[in-house]
């Protein structure tokens, strides 16, 4: 069973930056791609970023390219997701996901585990 734990968010005020940390267990790491998404009020879960299990590839949601970052550290197994020049409509809950698939895709249900989410809140 791979875990995953997400930490970072919090209240920042617009054009602020956070980084987002998604710790897992999943061994050997190298072989997962981990991926970004998020929920906003009462919204759908969308897709962010992915990072493929090489570190190699990344995806992003095209509205965020530019603006937000993933990467990943294999020696602490842990993924980032760096949010600049943020927004109030970035306002929602961030879950990262595992999947054994080398693609960094931006498909929901490839996912096979979730963290628990942690919530980012951007004021005016």
């Known amino acids: 069973q791979v875990q995953l734990v997400e930490s970072g968010g919090g209240l920042v005020q617009a054009g602020g930056s956070l980084r987002l940390s998604c710790a897992t267990s999943?061994?050997?790491?190298?072989?997962?791609?981990t991926g970004w998404f998020r929920q906003p009020p009462g919204k759908a879960r969308e897709f962010v970023a992915a990072?493929?299990?090489?570190?190699?590839?990344?995806n992003y949601a095209d509205s965020l390219k530019g603006r937000f970052s993933i990467s990943r550290d294999v020696t602490n197994n842990t993924v980032y997701l760096q949010m600049n020049s943020l927004k109030v409509e970035d306002k929602a809950i961030y879950y990262c996901g595992a999947t054994p698939g080398v693609t960094p895709t931006p498909r929901f249900d490839f996912y096979n585990y979730w963290g628990q989410g942690t919530q980012v809140t951007v004021s005016s």
């Open positions: 999943a061994r050997p790491f190298a072989l997962y791609t």
């Open positions: 990072i493929s299990w090489s570190g190699d590839g990344t």
